[in-house]
């Protein structure tokens, strides 16, 4: 695990929750909650700890109107164990860079302003 030394955002981040389902090699494999969102990536609660490097798939609704199953490549560039959890569920936060950005994103932050 590894924890950022110095801040590297590119955009403007959304506090936001929402469930995730991770996949890892090709397989949905575990249920995340979103923490923060932005068009470059997401900060997610997860039962166990991801591989900084690991490549992994997102699919998700922002909402329940949500029409549309939002599907996202990205890699982990951080990982950090969530202290303040006294819920065994969200052990670690992971933060993940998608592939490309997500400009529908911008459109949902307006929205929960």
Not at 39 to 46: D, E, K, R
Not at 56 to 65: E, I, K
Not at 89 to 109: C, E, G, K, M, N
Request: hydrophobic share 35%; glycine share 8%; charged share 20%.
């Amino acid at each position: 695990m590894t924890t950022p030394s110095t801040e590297r955002r590119i955009a403007h981040r959304v506090d936001a929750s929402f469930p995730i389902s991770l996949g890892r090699g090709g397989f949905n494999v575990a249920l995340a909650m979103c923490h923060n969102v932005s068009t470059s990536g997401i900060c997610l609660g997860t039962s166990d700890g991801l591989a900084v490097g690991e490549r992994v798939s997102l699919t998700f609704r922002v909402s329940q109107s949500d029409p549309v199953d939002h599907e996202v490549q990205g890699r982990v560039v951080w990982v950090r164990r969530n202290e303040s959890s006294h819920i065994r569920l969200w052990r670690y936060f992971s933060a993940i860079a998608f592939d490309q950005p997500q400009r529908w994103i911008t459109i949902f932050s307006r929205s929960r302003s």
